[in-house]
Each structure stands twice: as C-alpha cells, then as structure tokens.
C-alpha cells in the first residue's frame, strides 16, 4: 500500500503563487513516479503534471511555463510550484503515487483528501 498525503492549498489573487506539497509513504519500492491532478468545481478530475524519479516531467497545456513539478526523493516528497495563478486554476489538486507504462502514467496509491486552490480576479 501506498498513500499520500497533500498540503499547500489556501486562497490567492491572480498572479500570485503556491507551492503545494506530498508526502508519500508505504511501499515506496512499488512506485516509480509521482501526479499532481486538479478538479474544478463541476467538472472531472485532470492530469496536471507528472515526474519520475529520475527527474523527467510532463505538464498539462494549461499550466505549461507556469507550474513546475519537482521532488525530493530523500523526503519522499513532491512539490508543485505554481506561480502567475489565474482563476481557471481554481480546483481541488490530489497527488498521486504511481509508474509509467510507456508513456501512460497509472496511479498505484490509494487518492488522497486533496488541497483546495482558490484563486480570485
């Protein structure tokens, strides 16, 4: 088993920025890769961004140049830094553990509480 932990979220105005963050324990040895995924009020829940652990990432159109995903393998833990913030960003963001199959990543932790982004005009 794995499970997740996120914490970061909170209220900001447009441009202003957030780092989220993700703390993962359990079986660390049954996961390769990390996701961050965002789900706005009324609609499903998103792919955002990914990193392996040797460090390569992949970022959603949307958030490309302004969100950076980044991890620190000694803490178990991943981050999302997100900077210029509009208001489209506003969504609840879940981290989730899991590995790549080719270029698909497949989320092997359990998904947790979540972190709510609220960002105002």
């Known amino acids: 088993q794995v499970q997740v932990m996120e914490s970061g979220g909170g209220s900001v105005q447009a441009g202003e920025s957030l780092t989220l963050s993700c703390g993962v324990s359990g079986s660390i040895s049954m996961i390769s890769a990390a996701a961050w995924y965002r789900q706005p009020p009324g609609q499903q829940r998103d792919l955002v961004a990914t990193i392996s652990r040797n460090g390569r990432t992949t970022y959603a159109n949307p958030v490309k140049g302004r969100f950076s995903v980044t991890s620190d393998n000694a803490k178990n833990t991943v981050y999302l830094q997100m900077n210029s913030l509009k208001p489209d960003d506003t969504a609840v963001y879940y981290c989730?553990?899991?590995?790549?199959?080719?270029?698909?990543?497949?989320?092997?932790?359990?998904w947790g509480q979540g972190t709510q982004v609220t960002v105002s005009p």
């Open positions: 989730t553990a899991g590995n790549f199959n080719g270029t698909t990543y497949y989320p092997y932790s359990a």
